[in-house]
């Protein structure tokens, strides 16, 4: 079955560069998610769309940003990256929210040098 | 706000082995998600069961079990004869509503 596809999936950038992380969901998924993780960490909750729009925000810092596209792909916008940026990045969907079970891509492993 | 905790930070056992993972979570709301995913060495989170909070049914599926009392708020993870490839990170997760939070994670290290 196809699952959520993450790209890249590693990534090397300098301090306050730019990062874009792209992530296509489960097909008919409409929900994505967006969780960082770093070394030794559990994954933190950054934002969330369904249909969209943004449905839920984390701890999410003011330097990302990002966005859900008509075909329900989503980007992550990283801008001014710092070192304490590297982390894994994980992209998940699921179909509606409530509690559905939500499936994790592999993960892009961001380093800031 | 909705919390999870996993206090169990590392285990170690030897191949066949039973082991219990701990999750004990906190909400205010009626109605919850429960979750156990595994993080292997390769980084991917795999998504293991979902509970919702009026399902108290035990589930087993192959060496995995898992008991959820509501009654202790908790939500724990046994693997029976436990193998080498057991070895990973296991996250517990509460969802409320959108978002799902994660405990800290237990390290399982199934030896040889």
């Known amino acids: 079955a196809a699952g959520v596809i993450q790209s890249p999936r590693h990534l090397i950038k300098e301090k306050r560069e730019t990062a874009t992380l792209k992530c296509y969901p489960i097909p008919r998924h409409d929900t994505v998610y967006w969780y960082q993780q770093g070394p030794g960490q559990d994954p933190q909750f950054l934002i969330s769309f369904y249909e969209k729009m943004q449905s839920d925000k984390g701890s999410i810092p003011d330097r990302f940003s990002a966005q859900q596209f008509s075909d329900y792909h989503s980007e992550l916008n990283m801008s001014s990256l710092e070192l304490g940026d590297s982390a894994l990045y994980f992209c998940?969907?699921?179909?509606?929210?409530?509690?559905?079970?939500?499936?994790f891509g592999e993960g892009s492993w961001l380093t800031v040098v | 706000a909705q919390k999870v905790t996993q206090a169990q930070t590392e285990i170690s056992v030897v191949e066949k082995e039973d082991v219990t993972l701990d999750c004990v979570y906190e909400t205010r709301d009626t109605t919850y998600y429960l979750f156990w995913y595994k993080q292997p060495p390769s980084g991917e989170l795999v998504f293991l069961i979902r509970r919702n909070s009026f399902d108290e049914q035990n589930e087993i599926s192959g060496r995995y079990s898992w008991n959820f009392q509501k009654s202790t708020s908790s939500f724990n993870f046994t693997i029976t004869a436990s193998q080498v490839v057991d070895s990973a990170v296991y996250f517990c997760a509460l969802s409320e509503a959108v978002d799902m939070r994660f405990g800290a994670g237990t390290r399982l290290t199934v030896k040889p």
């Open positions: 998940a969907s699921s179909e509606g929210a409530d509690g559905n079970t939500i499936y």
